[in-house]
Structure formats: C-alpha cells, structure tokens
C-alpha cells in the first residue's frame, strides 16, 4: 500500500495553497511546456493518474475529450475534485497507482502530472497504462526530474559568494527517497532518467518527447523565484504512444 500523504491534514492543507492548487494549471509554470505535448483532446476518452483537485480532468473536457476518469489514492483530493467538477462527462475514483487495474484498449490519451515519483512499481504501472491504450494512444506525464530527486535531503548549498549547489548524491542508487515538504518523511522512489524511458520503450511505448522544463525568461521576470530552476532541472516532461 502506497503511502498517501496527501490525506495528512497538515500536508493537505499546505498543498491547497501551492499556486498551482490555487490558481489551477495556469499556476504551474511548466504548464505551457505540458500544454506543447498533449495530442488534440476533441473526442478523446482520458484517464488522468494522480488527477489531485481535478483541474486537467475539467480542462480536458472544455477542450472538447468525450469522457475522463480522474483517479487518485487520497480521498480529501477525490472529494475535492467531484465538489469542483460540474457535469457527467468526468467520474472521480480512488485508485493506488502501485495496485491499478485498468480496462484494456479503452483510453485515447493516459496522463499524470507529478504523481509517478510517489509509485514504486513503475514497470507494472508502466505495463497497465500500455494494456489500457488502444493503439496509438498517448501518454503525457511529469514527474520530478531524479536530479531534483536524487538530493537525499533537497536543499542548497551556498558558498560565500551566495552562488548556489545542489547536491546531487547516489543518482544510481534507485530507490527510497525521504523528505520532508509539508510534513515530515514524504515517500517518494527514484529512477534514473535511463530507467524511466527504458522502462517506457520495454513496456512497448515509442517515445515522442523528452522536456527537461527550465522557465522562459518572461516567467522569470514575472516570479523572480523561479531563476532557480535554471541551476537544475525541477520537472521531467515525457510523451510517448502505444506502439
Ligand atoms: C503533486 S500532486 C498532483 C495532482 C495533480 N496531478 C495536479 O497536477 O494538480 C500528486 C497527486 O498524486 C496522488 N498520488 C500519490 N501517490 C499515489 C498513488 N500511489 N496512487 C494514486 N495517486 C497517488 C496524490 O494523492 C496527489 O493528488
């Protein structure tokens, strides 16, 4: 059983107050760099993994995708997600990503966005997706770069002049990684880049993209804070199809 840290009260409530919780998709800086790799969405049938508050489930039916079903294991994102979300065109289910069974050859396009770190069992997820898409169709997901990961306890090193490290350490130790963000001990796994597509290729994706997302200049002016993400990648950006 995966962790669900998203049901702790205290992370819940520090998580609804992101930008992007707040604002929706267009409060995720990366989201133009998502929007650039997604197949058009008209009669689409979607399946979103870790949908969270539902906000690219309802954005995918307003841009014309027959039907989606938005799952996710934690159930204050659930009810969030069906108090936010009108009509009868997206259904709502708690799933845990490491224990899903899906239909087979019944999706159009599979996504996720920043859910995949939290499974440990990419391969077998990786394979279900795969058995759910009818040929052809897409899978668009993010994950947390594993550089950004493969900090043991994320934070920056600065020298005396104030210019700033992160301190990769053990990148091809896959695995466990623990921090703490919003609560203490967030369980998250590490993969290589390599074992990431790898195992999309094995499972019989071919790949479309790879976007390792660093904000545009005009992003940086507006948020300042975000220079950061120019000194390692946050974000990976991966499209792919059934083959
Ligand atoms: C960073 S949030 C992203 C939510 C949403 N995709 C978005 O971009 O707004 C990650 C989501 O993944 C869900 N999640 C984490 N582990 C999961 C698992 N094993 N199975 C299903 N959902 C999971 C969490 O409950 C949370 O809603």
Same mark, same amino acid.
């Given at each position: ?74 159930? =204050? ?86 210019? =700033? ?79």
């Amino acid at each position: 059983m995966a962790q669900n840290i998203y049901d702790n009260p205290d992370f819940f409530a520090g998580y609804s107050q992101l930008p992007r919780q707040v604002h929706g998709l267009s409060g995720a800086p990366e989201w133009p760099a998502i929007q650039a790799l997604l197949p058009d969405l008209r009669g689409r049938r979607v399946v979103d993994l870790g949908c969270g508050f539902g906000w690219f489930a309802r954005y995918a039916v307003e841009h014309g995708a027959e039907s989606v079903l938005g799952l996710d294991i934690s159930e =204050k994102m659930i009810a969030r997600a069906r108090a936010d979300t009108p009509g009868d065109r997206i259904a709502y289910e708690i799933a845990d990503l490491d224990q899903l069974e899906l239909p087979a050859d019944r999706f159009d396009l599979a996504y996720s966005a920043l859910a995949f770190h939290y499974v440990s069992d990419f391969a077998r997820l990786v394979q279900t997706i795969h058995r759910s898409l009818r040929p052809g169709g897409h899978l668009v997901f993010t994950i947390e770069h594993p550089i950004f990961m493969a900090a043991a306890h994320p934070h920056w090193i600065a020298d005396e002049n104030g210019s =700033k490290t992160w301190p990769v350490n053990n990148y091809a130790r896959e695995g466990e990684r623990r921090t703490d963000w919003f609560a203490k001990g967030v369980l998250k796994y590490h993969r290589r880049l390599s074992t990431t597509l790898n195992t999309l290729i094995d499972a019989g994706f071919a790949l479309n993209r790879l976007e390792e997302f660093a904000p545009m200049p005009e992003q940086i002016a507006t948020f300042p804070v975000l220079e950061e993400e120019l000194e390692r990648p946050m974000m990976a950006l991966i499209a792919a199809e059934r083959r």
